[in-house]
Each structure stands twice: as C-alpha cells, then as structure tokens.
C-alpha cells in the first residue's frame, strides 16, 4: 500500500519570505501522480501544483514549485515571497497511474505566514 | 459550471439515526469518490466509483453504504450514526486520466452526538 508522510505538522514564515514544506512517499509503482493541495480556513481542498512521476523537470505554478527527487521518494513544496493568504492547511497526495480516483493523502502541515 | 456540490454542509445527528450525504457534479465526470477528514489523519477515502453502477471500497468503508445510479450523483449513506463518524466529509470527482486532478466540494461537517 502506498502512504504519504508529511514529517512538519506545523510551520511558520515570514511574510515575503521562503518555506518548503516536506513530502515523502512509499510506492512500488513506477508511474504515478503526486499532488499538493491547499486548505485554508474556508475548507476548500484547492489544488496547488502537480507532478507527473515521469517527468524529470519540476512543476512550477507562479510562486509555487516543488523538488520532485524520484529516488529518494521525496516531494518537497517550496513557496515563495510568502503572503498572508497563504496561510492554509498543505497536503501532499499521491495516486498511482491506474487509479485516479483514489488519493492517498499526508496528514498535511499547517503553514502560518506572519505579517 | 457549479462543479462538484455537497449538501448538506452542516448536519447533527444522534447515535442511531440515519441520514444520507448528497453529492453532484455537472462536469460529466466518471469517477467520483468520498473522503472523510478528521484532525491529524488528512483525507481517506471511504468509498469510491468508476461509473454509475459501479463502486467499492476504498480505506474506511464500515458504516457507510454507497450507490452510482447515474453519472452524476453519488450519495453516501450512514445507516446507524455512530460518534466515531463525526467528521467533515469530501465529495470528490475527475476524469478519467490520472494526469487530471480531482475537483472537490467545499465538505459537510457532521457531528453525531
């Protein structure tokens, strides 16, 4: 079985500043899918980047990046000149290439951005 | 597009009661799934479905039934509330590539007493 572990339950930064949060997995498979997904306050499960297990280049939304390090099964979001709506619950994923539809999720760390 | 659509979003009920958790979706999504969220665990999946007429099990089924009679709807029912299942539930669908992510609704948080 696959699982996920997010080893930060909690972090803190500094407005404008840089945080990465950590990811790391455990699979057998060789094709799959690894997701962050942010959730603020409202609930809301949006989705921050993505990353095909495939593809050796790392995925970069704006000031959202991620170090994908397929040997190490490591997953790791970097967010940049941090603002205060950043401020969320951040939960790494994980699907495997046949099953979409079923997400492993870490335990997710909670980021706090101060002003 | 209303996208993926969870009602209710707040629900108490006592031990014993039953009750089901709606949702739709208007994207014409194949694949839907349930999770429950609970402090310090993330997301699990409860059940899940390929299509309608189709669904199993996914990590924590027990207590909760589900049916896929049309692509769109996808409810999950708890027969006998029980206070273990206090949690906030999340109704998710996508398409059938695994390259596409799931799009979710804003949950429903359920308390049983």
């Known amino acids: 079985a696959q699982t996920v572990t997010q080893s930060q339950p909690e972090m803190s930064v500094q407005e404008a500043e840089t945080v990465t949060l950590s990811c790391t997995y455990d699979t057998s498979e060789n094709n799959y899918y690894l997701f962050w997904y942010k959730q603020p306050p409202s609930r809301q499960m949006i989705l921050v980047i993505r990353q095909e297990a495939y593809k050796q280049q790392n995925a970069t939304e704006n000031r959202f990046s991620v170090n994908f390090q397929k040997a190490a099964k490591s997953f790791s979001l970097k967010i940049s000149d941090s603002q205060l709506g950043d401020t969320a619950m951040y939960f790494c994923?994980?699907?495997?290439?046949?099953?979409?539809?079923?997400?492993?999720f870490g335990k997710g760390t909670l980021l706090t951005v101060n002003p | 597009n209303a996208g993926v659509t969870q009602t209710p979003k707040f629900q108490v009920l006592k031990t014993g009661q039953s009750m089901t958790l709606q949702c739709a979706q208007d994207m014409n999504h194949e694949y839907m799934s349930w999770y429950r969220q609970d402090p310090g665990m993330g997301l699990r999946l409860i059940h899940y479905?390929?299509?309608?007429?189709?669904?199993d099990q996914g990590e924590v089924p027990n207590g909760y039934n589900v049916s896929r009679s049309t692509t769109e709807d996808f409810p999950l029912r708890l027969l006998s509330a029980a206070p273990s299942q206090t949690s906030v539930y999340f109704c998710?669908?996508?398409?059938?590539?695994?390259?596409?992510?799931?799009?979710f609704g804003d949950g429903t948080r359920l308390s049983i007493l």
């Open positions: 998710a669908s996508s398409v059938s590539f695994s390259d596409q992510p799931q799009h």
């Open positions: 479905s390929v299509g309608a007429g189709i669904t």
């Open positions: 994923a994980f699907t495997d290439g046949g099953s979409n539809y079923k997400l492993t």
